[in-house]
C-alpha cells in the first residue's frame, strides 16, 4: 500500500475574497451554475454579480432543496446540463456543498467551493456525505477534490455562532482519528497509508483549535476578522479537510453517523454529534485522563456539547442508545479504523460513560 496525500486544487481565504472571485473561477469555466441555500446566496451574490460581470462570466443561480440526496442531485444535475454549466459553484454549509460536490462530478465538470459557514471541513475534501430524504446517514461517496475553495472570511464572520462553534467540533475529531488509523495502518480514504505530512496537519488542526479556540470565538461574537478567527476558519476548512481526508476516519464521525438515528438529536449540528463523537472514541479507546481533560475542558470552553441532554437527549438507556451503537459499527463504517474491535453494545455503553464523565466536568465549573 502506498502513502496518497490529496488536496484541493486551490484554496483561497481573507476578508473580501469573493469580490475577486471571478478572476479565479475564470481558470475553469465560463458558465456557471450557482447553487445554495437562502442565506448562502444572498451572502454572495452582489460580490460575484459584479466580480463574473467583470470577468465575462455567464452565471445563474438555483435554490438549494435543503438534503443532499439522490433526489436532489438528480434535479440540479439536470438543469446544469439543460443550461450547459461548464462549471458548478456550490455557496453554503456543508450539504450544499456536498450536493454540489455530486453534481459535478455526475457531470464531470469543475466544482468551485465557496463556505458561508465555517462549520464542517466538507469544503476541501473529495469526499460528499449523503443522506436519505429523511436525513438518515445513507452513503459516503468519494471522489476527486475540488478544484478550488474561496472562502470570504467577511461572510463567514457574520454567520450564526453556534455554528462557528459546530466546526470546531468537526475539527476536534481530526488528529484522534487521523491518530487511530496510524496505529493499525489502516488506509486514509484515498486508499492509501498516512504521510507524515497529514499527520503534521491534523495535529496542527488541533494545536489550533486548543491554542486559539476561545479567542476566535470571541471575535465571531463580535464579528470581527482578527487573527485567531482566520486561524480558526483555516483549522475548522483546510486544516481538517486535509487531514482527515489523508489522516483517515475511525470512530468519532462513525458514532456521529450512529447517532443519526437518535430523533431527540436531529436538530444538532454535524460538528456538534462529532464533538460528542470524539469522547465517546476516547472513553472506547481508554485514553489518559490529560486527554480527557483537554478535550472535555476545551469543549465546554468553546460551548461544544459533552453529555446526550445538551444534545436533546435527556432520558436515555442502553437499549436506547443500542441502535445509535450498532449503527456505528455497521459494516464498513470508519469505526473500524479503531486500534480495538468494538461492538454495538460496547459503543453504546461508551456513549453513557462519555454522558457521565461530562457530567462530572460540568458539576466543578
Not at 485522563?289 to 441532554?309: A, H, K, Q
Amino acid at each position: 500500500m502506498q502513502s496518497i496525500l490529496v488536496a484541493p486544487g486551490r484554496y483561497v481565504q481573507g476578508a473580501g475574497a469573493c469580490a475577486e472571485a471571478g478572476e479565479q473561477v475564470v481558470l475553469l469555466g465560463k458558465k456557471a451554475l450557482v447553487l445554495g441555500g437562502k442565506r448562502g446566496l444572498g451572502s454572495v451574490r452582489d460580490a460575484l454579480k459584479a466580480s463574473f460581470t467583470k470577468n465575462a462570466i455567464q452565471y445563474f443561480e438555483e435554490p438549494f432543496g435543503g438534503e443532499c440526496c439522490d433526489k436532489e442531485i438528480k434535479r440540479v444535475a439536470a438543469l446544469a446540463k439543460t443550461k450547459g454549466a461548464d462549471v458548478i459553484i456550490g455557496a453554503g454549509g456543508g450539504k450544499t456543498l456536498d450536493t454540489g460536490k455530486m453534481v459535478a462530478l455526475e457531470l464531470g465538470i469543475p466544482i468551485v467551493i465557496i463556505p458561508t459557514i465555517a462549520a464542517t471541513d466538507a469544503p476541501c475534501s473529495g469526499l460528499s456525505v449523503v443522506y436519505t430524504d429523511e436525513g438518515i446517514f445513507d452513503r459516503y461517496v468519494v471522489m476527486k477534490n475540488p478544484d478550488m475553495i474561496i472562502v470570504d472570511t467577511e461572510i463567514i464572520v457574520k454567520a450564526p455562532l453556534r455554528l462557528f462553534v459546530s466546526g470546531m467540533g468537526d475539527a476536534l475529531a481530526t488528529w484522534f482519528e487521523a491518530e487511530a488509523c496510524d496505529k493499525i495502518a489502516a488506509p486514509n480514504l484515498s486508499g492509501g497509508k498516512n504521510t507524515q505530512a497529514a499527520l503534521a496537519l491534523a495535529r496542527l488542526c488541533y494545536d489550533q483549535l486548543i491554542e486559539y479556540g476561545i479567542e476566535a470565538k470571541a471575535a465571531c461574537a463580535a464579528q470581527v476578522v482578527s487573527p485567531a478567527f482566520e486561524r480558526i476558519v483555516e483549522a475548522n476548512t483546510l486544516l481538517s479537510g486535509l487531514g482527515f481526508e489523508s489522516g483517515g476516519l475511525a470512530g468519532a464521525h462513525a458514532i456521529h453517523n450512529g447517532m443519526t438515528t437518535i430523533e431527540e438529536m436531529h436538530h444538532c449540528y454535524h460538528g456538534e454529534k462529532v464533538a460528542f463523537g470524539t469522547l465517546v472514541q476516547l472513553v472506547l479507546q481508554d485514553a489518559p485522563r490529560e486527554i480527557f481533560d483537554e478535550v472535555v475542558s476545551f469543549c465546554i470552553s468553546v460551548g461544544l456539547p459533552v453529555t446526550l441532554e445538551q444534545l436533546g437527549c435527556s432520558e436515555f438507556s442502553l437499549e436506547k442508545l443500542l441502535p445509535a451503537g450498532e449503527m456505528a459499527c455497521a459494516a464498513g463504517e470508519t469505526i473500524w479504523n479503531m486500534p480495538r474491535k468494538v461492538t454495538g453494545k460496547d459503543v453504546a455503553q461508551a456513549m453513557i460513560v462519555a454522558d457521565a464523565i461530562g457530567k462530572m466536568y460540568l458539576s466543578t465549573c
